[in-house]
């Protein structure tokens, strides 16, 4: 229970004391209301194996990579992976049991959270706007009192225009240091080229994070990742294929060592490597959504929203 105690005090005062978490360029909202006017979405994910906890190293290694995607397909948006900036961190602190020692691993944890106002995020903002593309950069952020895994959007004038934090984690709820936190919504973000969804990692493992996000007329997925991957033929890339598919929606899947890019008919159009960036096109064409859920027969869905484990209750 002490250490229990001295990791939570670790959390909220370290974390009061550092920087606002507000910053200049975020600004959600920015396209609502305005009319699509990219139809021809051109989406390209690079493969970045970052360094455990050198936010330095991999923004050199993300900002290197970008600029040559940039440069070669000339591509509106560009995804990175998971924890791309400080390298995916939560299972190495997870894994450190003495209590003195997490409680050094915890403030380092939290030390290398980063505002939205962080340097790096600047860099970020710099980066889009001055390479002129739409950017999602998987990071750890530090809010108030709390760590997300997040990934946000950045928009050509180098602004914040949207973000998301991940919602499920595959290690549980219980293992983590009380400051890192669960994201709880499903934003969709107003772009030139239509509305967006993003999510993180192990989201993809659950159906119902996509089927929000498509409900909420999302015309194309962003989905960065740090855990498993499978060939061509496994069962990661199966499972993707079939959210594309189920959900008539394209999905660009942004890894450390992969990248798969797959069309709204679950087709799997490019996959690309560690160090690799790769592209393609995209038809996200307003008409191309119309009615792709017109079979769809929520009445019968209740049981979704019941909580706990239904099985558990027809059997008693």
Known sequence: M???????AICTITIALSPGASGQTLNPG?????????????AASVSIMPEKWN???NWLKIETLVREAAARFKPHV???????????????????????????????????????????????????????I???????????????NTAALFDPEGDI???????????????NPTCYVTGE??????????????LIC???????????IALKGAQVLFLPSYGSITDRDGWNTVLLRARAYENRMPLIFSHPRQSLLIDRHGELIEMGETGQAVCYEIDVSPEKYEGRFRNRRPSTYGALIESGDLSKKESQ
Do not use: M
């Open 202 to 212: 192990y989201d993809r493992q659950l159906p119902e994070p996509a089927r929000i």
């Open 55 to 57: 936010k330095q190293a």
């Open 134 to 148: 739409f950017l999602v950069l998987g990071f750890l952020e530090r809010s108030g009192d709390r760590l997300l």
């Open 78 to 132: 560009i995804v990175t992976p998971e924890g791309a900036l400080e390298g995916y961190v939560i299972n190495e602190v997870n894994a450190v049991k003495d209590p003195e020692e997490r409680a050094r691993t915890v403030r380092r944890f939290i030390e290398l959270g980063e505002p939205l106002n962080g340097p790096y995020i600047k860099k970020a903002s710099t980066l889009a706007r001055e390479l002129k």
């Open 30 to 42: 920015k396209y609502d209301g305005k009319p699509q006017t990219i139809t021809r979405l051109k």
């Open 185 to 198: 919504d499903y934003p969709v973000f107003d772009t030139p080229f239509g509305k967006a969804g993003i």
């Open 161 to 175: 225009i949207g973000k998301y934090s991940k919602t499920h984690f595959a290690q549980g709820y219980t293992i």
């Open 2 to 8: 002490a250490g229990k105690t001295l990791l939570y």
